[in-house]
């Protein structure tokens, strides 16, 4: 697309909006972006791109993926624009290319990483045209904001471009089958002991064969619809990984990973599958992007990878664990507690009591009160019907719903506690009960959690205290 004046006035117009929040010292705003694409439309269409542009989306993990593939690069020395501390909806990758443009809207820099919102990819993909896109994987969402994830394919289908090289998930069947016609590779996970022959989850979003319709024979069953399938009627199966995690190591946090069948170690921040999944896809996209193996396993090795979605804390012998459960998305909700129903298991059995304190209504629907709640029976709340959990706290202007969602999973009544302040939380929380407390938030309820936290390390620090004084009264 031409430079027109509009174009130029629209750039000028960011640039000054941009120059003066830079003066009242506001970072991080997608406020130029807004007003480039309210003046011009198709600004991003317009606006000169990098050389090179790497997009990474997907419902879950792309965040913690781009974050690590900007990581990797940045010790590799490479010098590129991102949308780390903006948004990563059209406006905030047109903020990004203006901060990093020179007078006349030109790119400083050759290479851009983009973390992209799938559900504002028309407004973006036909535009940017990445070279590169990484798709970590597409579930059920926020139903309000994202539909489903057939609607989410979809818009994928009609606005990634020609000949962009697509980097896909080998196992979840609706992301391997993306554009079919473009260039791509996958990356997957070889059989791990905890699969299972059949799904354990409500939800599972493909059960036919994509070409022919018929029921899929599945070889093994991860969680929800990730794991191998074929079909016995024309021949139809899960795409071969050119990127393979083929091993795992918990104990001292590593992967062996074979890239084309030569097997290489690299470390994980945590072995939970979503984790492995995240430091997977970012070892596929910077090896197609032209990294050697090795030095992704060596930058991988120097950086200690934030985990700002898990944060545990110990006060007294017992331990207090934040943990990211995005509201309204019954998967990241269902692999959360799945992960509480499995922490501390050994062969033995659950070695330790837990107590957990849901925050899952979505924030900004719960401003005008949470209007939909079918997402809490797409959820597998059953998973915390467990003996390793001694306490369930609601919390949240729906606490009556995720209640009844609770006793319907079947745990007893006498497990759950709920309240509708939030705030007033942990003061249901029985500390001698439980030695690990898990408190489950959304991205925009940390604020909330972080408070509630203080309050459970307030309670467990008195629990001492407090036996010695029963025991003097005894
Ligand atoms: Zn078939």
């Known amino acids: 697309m031409k430079r027109n004046l509009r174009f130029y006035f629209a750039l000028f117009f960011a640039k000054g ?39 990474i989306t997907g419902t879950n993990g792309k965040t913690t993926v781009a974050n690590m593939v900007e990581d990797v690069l940045s010790d590799r020395g490479y010098d590129f624009v991102c949308n780390r501390s903006g948004t990563n909806v059209n406006t905030g990758v047109a903020s990004s290319l203006i901060a990093n443009s020179t007078f006349f809207g030109k790119p400083k820099k050759d290479l851009a990483i983009f973390e992209l919102d799938e559900r504002s990819s028309p407004k973006i993909l036909p535009y940017l045209k990445p070279d590169l896109l990484l798709c970590t994987n597409l579930f059920r969402d926020s139903f309000k904001r994202n539909a489903h994830m057939e609607f989410i394919a979809d818009i994928l289908n009609t606005y990634i471009p020609d000949g962009t090289r697509l980097v896909l998930n080998a196992d979840d069947l609706i992301c391997a089958g993306l554009r079919p016609e473009n260039p791509r590779v996958y990356f997957g996970i070889d059989q791990m002991p905890s699969d299972q022959a059949v799904c354990r989850n409500i939800v599972r979003d493909i059960t036919t064969c994509p070409q022919c319709g018929t029921k899929l024979s599945w070889d ?21 990984a050119q990127y393979r995690t083929t091993a795992i190591d918990g104990e001292n946090h590593r992967m062996t990973v074979s890239i084309e069948e030569k097997p290489l170690e690299f470390p994980l921040p945590n072995e939970t599958t979503i984790n492995v999944y995240n430091s997977l896809s970012a070892i596929a996209l910077l090896s197609e992007f032209g990294l050697a193996p090795e030095e992704i396993a060596s930058s991988m090795d120097k950086l200690s990878i934030s985990e700002t979605r898990y944060h545990e804390e110990e006060v007294n012998g017992k331990k207090v664990i934040l943990h990211l459960a995005k509201g309204q998305n019954p998967i990241a909700c269902s692999r959360a507690f799945e992960n509480i129903r499995d922490y501390g298991r050994t062969e033995a059995g659950p070695a330790c009591k837990k107590a957990v304190i849901l925050f899952l209504d979505d924030y900004f629907d719960a401003r005008h009160s949470v209007e939909n709640t079918a997402w809490l029976f797409d959820t597998d709340f059953e998973f915390l019907h467990d003996d390793s959990v001694c306490q369930i706290i609601a919390s949240g202007a729906r606490h009556w719903d995720v209640t009844l969602r609770l006793l319907l999973a079947d745990i007893p009544q006498e497990k759950i506690s709920h309240l509708e302040d939030n705030e007033q939380a942990a003061s249901l929380l029985r500390p001698q009960d439980a ?3 898990f408190i489950l938030y959304d991205v925009y309820t940390i604020g909330l959690a972080n408070h509630v936290k203080e309050q459970v390390k307030e309670i467990l620090a008195r629990l001492p205290e407090e036996r010695e004084e029963k025991a003097h009264e005894g």
């Open 220 to 240: 093994f069953v991860r969680y929800h619809h990730i794991g191998r399938a074929h079909c016995p009627a024309c021949g139809f199966r899960s795409p071969q």
């Open 17 to 55: 909006t941009a120059l003066v929040l830079k003066l009242i010292r506001r970072k991080g705003t997608s406020m130029p972006g807004s007003w480039a694409i309210i003046l011009c439309p198709d600004f991003l269409g317009r606006m000169p791109r990098p050389k090179t542009v790497i997009g």
């Open 435 to 437: 030695d690990t407390v």
